[in-house]
């Protein structure tokens, strides 16, 4: 079992920045930040192994958003700068056994912390 639990959402302005945080109960190969607005499915936002040597991005958060690793201290962070509007969503930690984009290969995820884009 891997217990996730992130933090360092909130509200900012468009053009602004955050960093989330995701602390790991103990590391997989695989984690992972997605996201959830109202009325639309989970999206994958970008993957990192946990060494951080392979990371992937989805297309509109490239450029804008890192995703990087802490193993002294089990934890992910994302660091999302120019943020838009669109932005605005709960974002999910998620840890697998597997680098991938969709949702059912990742076995364990966090509550969620929300991230709110002001215009």
């Known amino acids: 079992q891997v217990m996730l639990r992130e933090s360092g959402g909130g509200l900012v302005q468009a053009g602004g920045s955050l960093k989330l945080s995701c602390a790991a109960s103990?590391?997989?190969?695989?984690m992972a930040w997605f996201r959830q607005a109202p009325g639309n499915e989970r999206d994958f936002v970008a993957a990192t192994s946990w060494s951080g040597r392979s990371t992937v991005y989805e297309e509109s958060v490239q450029g804008r958003f890192t995703i990087s690793t802490d193993n002294g201290k089990n934890t992910v962070f994302l660091q999302m700068n120019s943020l838009k509007p669109q932005d605005t969503a709960i974002y999910y930690c998620a840890a697998g056994n597997e680098l991938a984009r969709r949702v059912t290969e990742y076995a364990y995820w966090g509550q969620g912390t929300p991230v709110t884009v002001s215009s």
């Open positions: 103990r590391p997989r190969y695989a």
